[in-house]
Nanobody
Framework: VQLQASGGGLVQAGESLRLSCAAS????????MGWFRQAPGKEREFVAA????????YYADSVKGRFAISRDNAKNTVYLQMNSLKPEDTAVYYC?????????????????WGQGTQVTVSS
């Protein structure tokens, strides 16, 4: 499975962005999809995940109520709608695919990773 993330950019605090992650290759698997982010000098952290049939979602406390993850399996694409962005949301955002529960937030539980897209929020 190859993952291609896009949609990052530079925005001001309070604005919105929507990230996309297109999957190709062996996309017939029932993968959960997740978004992670990594700020300079920090470890990669979990942001959100969605089950293969979109029946379950899970969010980090820091983004709950502001971000929304969704997927369109017909297009092999997962989205991350980010609203009310804050400067502390600045990071490289990565999409990932793997098996297992949406509540498993460790990076090791994801098998496939995209290349990342930069999100910068100015104050």
């Amino acid at each position: 499975v190859q993952l291609q993330a896009s949609g990052g950019g530079l925005v001001q605090a309070g604005e919105s962005l929507r990230l996309s992650c297109a999957a190709s290759g062996r996309t017939s698997g029932s993968y959960r999809m997740g978004w992670f982010r990594q700020a300079p000098g920090k470890e990669r952290e979990f942001v959100a995940a969605i089950s293969w049939n979109a029946g379950r979602t899970y969010y980090a406390d820091s983004v709950k109520g502001r971000f929304a993850i969704s997927r369109d399996n017909a297009k092999n694409t997962v989205y991350l709608q980010m609203n009310s962005l804050k400067p502390e949301d600045t990071a490289v955002y990565y999409c990932a695919a793997g098996y297992g529960s949406v509540s498993a937030t460790n990076t090791a539980s994801y098998r496939y990773w995209g290349q990342g897209t930069q999100v910068t929020v100015s104050s």
